[in-house]
């Protein structure tokens, strides 16, 4: 999904976003839901059920616009909200979009073929990292939990891991990140449901498993030799060149609100967070946050100097 001012609506061409659309057959046995038809004779349809289903926590707002589509297949919804335009693809998919910071799609990257996939909706990627020789490196934890490897053009190089809790596998790879703390970079793999990081060469080889017992790491930034990891329930964990625990921020007790994206923003306490989702440690030493929530919650926190 993306968004775009009203007034260009109906010019868009070319610009494609990620939707879950789906197919519909009124002879399919595939779906529980019952079939809520409309119309008379050959002109009799059937509801598709969930079409258009926004993120959770986006609402349409007001509906007042119109409907068009573009000559590959897309359907574009305009509203009368900041939601903007929505874009949804012709198939269930998702998509890597690599954008300028105006808006405009540089390069399109969808499920690729060559790597097995048999259908788009295989595609569920978390993350993408590139690296100083142009290659996109996308991660599939929604997915297969692969992680893919692309050249700057965006054309099918390679594969690497696949499901699982052993060494050199990864349970939703959702966090990928540069790591040049060492003699040569690595990819530091937040391996989410296994509760650890890993690092992998960018020939996609298994080096080792160098963090556990983390509380399901989502993302990573660094500073220096440290690095700053959030963890869904209720933390962020700085650690230090070995990998190790230095710090623990936004250390939350309340084990009810970890990983709870309906919990109000209002009944967490300021310096706790409840599902760190986000995070970035810049220059300053300064952090910043975002809660999994399904109402927003971003915190910035300021580094004390002590005196």
């Given at each position: ?6 007034r ?15 197919a ?18 050959e ?48 198939e269930?998919?998702w ?38 020789d ?35 596998q ?52 660094f ?21 190790v ?36 440690i ?11 929530n ?14």
């Amino acid at each position: 999904m993306t968004k775009m001012h009203r007034r260009t609506f109906l010019a868009a061409t070319g610009m494609t976003a990620l939707a879950h659309g789906q197919a519909f057959s009124a002879t399919s046995k595939s779906s529980s839901v019952p079939l809520q038809l409309t119309g008379n004779g050959e002109w009799t349809y059937a509801v598709v059920s969930g079409w258009g289903a926004l993120p959770a926590g986006t609402t349409f707002g007001g509906t007042h616009g119109a409907i068009a589509q573009d000559k590959a297949g897309n359907i574009y919804v305009s509203t009368q909200s900041d939601t903007g335009v929505l874009v949804y693809n012709s198939e269930e998919n998702w998509l890597f979009l690599k954008m300028k910071t105006d808006g405009s799609v540089v390069l399109k990257i969808t499920a690729p073929r060559e790597a097995g996939f048999k259908s788009p909706n295989g595609w569920r990627i978390t993350a993408a990292l590139p690296t100083p020789d142009g290659s996109i490196f996308i991660a599939n934890g929604y997915g297969d939990s692969r992680i893919f490897r692309f050249d700057k053009n965006g054309n099918y190089k390679a594969s690497y891991s696949e499901k699982g809790s052993g060494e050199g596998q990864l349970n939703c790879s959702h966090g990928l990140s540069l790591d040049i703390r060492y003699d040569q970079p690595l990819l530091l793999v937040c391996d989410r449901e296994n509760r650890r990081l890993s690092h992998f060469d960018l020939d996609g080889r298994y080096v080792r498993t160098v963090t556990q017992h983390l509380r399901r790491p989502c993302q990573i930034s660094f500073h220096g030799d440290y690095a700053v990891v959030s963890e869904l329930e209720g933390r962020a964990t700085i650690l230090d060149r070995d990998n190790v625990p230095v710090a623990f921020v936004g250390d939350n007790p309340q084990k009810a609100q970890w990983a709870n994206y309906d919990v109000d923003p209002h009944a967490i306490q300021a310096a706790m967070f409840s599902a760190a989702h986000g995070c970035y440690i810049d220059s300053g030493a300064n952090i910043f946050v975002s809660d999994w929530n399904q109402t927003g919650r971003v915190t910035r926190l300021s580094r004390v100097r002590w005196s």
